[in-house]
């Protein structure tokens, strides 16, 4: 029999096995309800956030500006906490789509850079639109606010264009 133990760091379910002789099934049945009660591994998908006001959560809209000089990014994000989706549309102006490195979804943590979550461009794109669905630990650093919209150009290899994904109070 199989019975639910936990998660990963990541949010990947696992399980626990037991195994008995024939015809104890109801013996194993009840160590897995112990087990069960006494551990409480089971928690809500995150894609099944709470509901506000008994109804599913709206999504939250995001506006992001980052600028270094003449340059300035501008960010419209929407996240939809029922299907982690974070959809954006990023423009870069005030300097050639040539000096444009990429744009990306970094972490930030107490105003310290962080690793690349997600890449979003590549070099020579002053552009960008699309769709990302967040892993369940990428959902948990937007919602803690330690996600930013960064642009890597030639002028700033490190990424001083940065403006950090802020939600709106009640969104899960």
């Not at 109801?26 to 006001?53: F, G, K």
């Not at 599913?56 to 992001?64: C, K, L, M, N, Y």
């Not at 994000?77 to 423009?91: E, G, K, W």
Request: hydrophobic fraction near 40%; avoid cysteine.
């Amino acid at each position: 029999m199989s019975a639910p133990a936990g998660f990963t760091p990541d949010g990947m379910p696992i399980g626990v096995e037991l195994l008995g002789r024939p015809l104890d099934d109801a013996r194993l049945v009840a160590m897995a309800y112990d087990y069960e009660q006494a551990t409480h591994p089971r928690r809500a998908p995150s894609t099944t956030p709470p509901l506000v006001d008994g109804k599913a959560p709206h999504a939250a809209a995001i506006e992001v500006v980052a600028k270094d000089g003449n340059a300035v990014a501008r960010g419209a994000l929407t996240y939809d906490p029922t299907r982690r989706a974070l959809a954006y549309s990023v423009d870069v102006s005030g300097l050639p789509a040539s000096h444009v490195f990429t744009m990306s979804i970094d972490r930030d943590s107490a105003g310290r850079k962080g690793d690349m979550v997600r890449h979003l461009t590549g070099p020579g794109v002053a552009s960008a639109k699309g769709t990302l669905t967040l892993t369940d630990a990428e959902r948990r650093e937007l919602v803690a606010g330690r996600l930013s919209l960064v642009v890597y150009t030639r002028e700033q290899p490190t990424g001083a264009m940065r403006a950090p994904l802020q939600l709106p109070r009640r969104t899960n």
